[in-house]
């Protein structure tokens, strides 16, 4: 299962400039872990020390905040888009 | 001017001050950070040198993230260029107290802004810095009333704007931005997709979104209506604020600005006000959060009346609760027919007519006066931030309309107390 996975431009940085990047994985866990392999960086960046992400990053799959889906275990189809963002907007 | 730079506000790291809202290490929000050592310790001074300010929110001038101070080339006229916000009434509410068995409350009514909502403070604050920084194009996505002043704002200043909003707002919001020359684009979709969809586009252009990449100096023009609260008291703080809460940005930041006044000295006396946040039970997930003890708040789908606090994702829902806990407050919410009741209240004794938000407000402090937990002696400072006439449904049908024939029979016929005797 390949997903995109879209990266905002805040964390290019850390991911040698890459906007968007196709990852294996059948839930947003193993997209993440898939992601975080290929930039070691980002992990420190997104996630807290218990892997959880950080309170302050909201992750999409196909435009659907995961927290609305099951989270870091939603299971993610083939194909769909992985849209990790800053939860700082708006207001 | 006394601005230093950006910081975040949860790793402390340090940025420059351009338009940039995200810590690229940990991924928290920045804020704006000053050193206010120029302005001297001379406190008398310090409150002459406000009260000489502008009748608007430039009085304040020090206390705001512009690199080249007010706005204009020079001069108290100069700053009233553009579109501008603040010194709106603080009204004395004795009938509103009366009825909840208070003693003193006071009605911040920001309303009375240029286009009838407390975001004119944010917007005006956030386009001045956005012209500082060289953007030719303003944006926001918005739940209404920021909509109607970034459209406001670009026309006055002459700015090519373009307002994003949920497709389902209210018919008075919408007209109130388009007729202003905005490129108005209304999202299929919640408040939430809207600001999904921003944050995104905000990346790929060159625009100042006012609440995505320039919301460090948006959010800092908030701290105005702490200012005036405290002016208006004769430099002095409330014991209470009752403030609505969407993104928690108002709420904090109201917060922000007694706490930069009191570690100035520009305020009398040592507490701090109690802070009381409201929310829309449609909407609420910084009052469930408070309710179960929790730090961070869960997003929810937003159902409610109350479309301007309808963020279901508040982006600063964890200061927010710590603000509520910290100063002894709460985060309450309240039912659409408690938010009606509250829009007829205040409306029925003060004459002001809220929106939706201010019916949120107005019913969540009755809420408060009800459960005793507002002691009688309390100086309370309720916060109205929008317009009634924007959001006509809510009253719609709430009230009796006597139609006669223009004879002193038919209406005394149809309005039968009203005969003379």
């Known amino acids: 299962m390949a997903v995109v996975v879209k990266i905002p431009t805040q964390l290019r940085g850390a991911a040698e400039g890459t906007a968007e990047t196709e990852i294996d994985g059948a839930t947003v866990q193993e997209v993440l872990d898939g992601l975080f392999a290929r930039f070691g960086e980002l992990r420190e960046r997104i996630s807290n020390e218990d892997g959880s992400l950080r309170r302050f990053v909201n992750v999409y799959l196909a435009g659907e905040d995961i927290r609305f889906l099951d989270g870091l275990a939603t299971p993610v189809p083939d194909g769909v888009e992985l849209t990790i963002l800053p939860a700082v907007a708006g207001g | ?421």
């Not at chain 2, 018919?171 to 202003?180: D, F, I, P, R, S």
């Open chain 2, 1 to 421: 001017m006394a601005v230093s730079h950006l910081e975040c506000k949860e790793c402390k790291a340090q940025y420059p001050l351009e338009a940039l809202y995200v810590c690229e290490r940990c991924f928290g929000p920045l804020e704006v950070a000053y050193d206010h050592s120029r302005l001297g310790r001379d406190v008398a001074e310090l409150r002459r040198r406000i009260q000489g300010g502008p009748q608007n929110i430039w009085r304040y001038a020090d206390f705001l993230p512009l690199a080249g101070g007010p706005p204009g080339p020079s001069g108290r006229l100069a700053s009233r260029v553009g579109l501008p916000a603040g010194c709106t009434p603080l009204i004395r509410a004795d009938r509103l107290a009366a009825r909840l068995g208070l003693r003193e409350v006071w009605v911040k009514n920001d309303a009375a802004n240029p286009t009838h909502s407390f975001k004119d403070r944010v917007v005006s604050v956030a386009v001045t810095r956005a012209r500082e920084l060289g953007f030719q194009t303003i944006a926001c996505a918005s739940t209404g009333n920021l909509a109607n002043s970034v459209a406001a704002h670009g026309a006055a200043l002459g700015l090519e704007s373009y307002v994003f909003i949920p497709a389902d707002l209210e018919e008075q919001k919408v007209l109130a931005t388009g007729v202003y020359g905005t490129k108005l684009v209304a999202v299929n979709g919640s408040y939430d997709d809207v600001n999904r969809l921003c944050t995104e586009l905000c990346a790929e252009r060159d625009w100042a979104f006012v609440n995505i990449n320039l919301r460090p100096y948006y959010a800092e023009g908030s701290k105005t209506l702490a200012f005036e609260i405290a002016e208006q008291l004769g430099w002095e703080l409330p014991d209470r604020c009752v403030v609505p809460v969407a993104s928690g940005s108002l709420f904090t930041k109201i917060a922000k600005g007694f706490q930069e006044w009191r570690e100035l000295g520009l305020i009398e006396g040592e507490s701090f006000p109690r802070m009381n946040g409201a929310q829309a039970e449609g909407c609420a997930p910084v009052a469930s959060a408070f309710a179960a003890g929790q730090e961070v708040c869960r997003p929810v789908k937003p159902s409610t009346i109350a479309k301007s606090l309808a963020i279901g994702n508040p982006a600063d829902g964890p200061y927010a609760l710590d603000l509520a806990r910290r100063t002894g407050g709460s985060v309450d919410a309240v039912s659409d027919d408690e938010i009606r009741a509250g829009i007829a209240l205040l409306a029925q004794t003060t004459g002001i007519f809220t929106e939706t938000a201010g019916g949120v407000t107005t019913a969540v402090l009755s809420k408060l006066a009800a459960r005793g937990d507002i002691d009688p002696d309390e100086r309370v400072v309720l916060v109205i931030t929008g317009e009634g006439l924007k959001t006509l449904d809510a009253v719609r049908g709430t009230f009796e309309t006597h139609a006669v024939e223009p004879t002193v029979e038919a209406f005394e016929a149809g309005v039968p107390e009203a005969v003379a005797v």
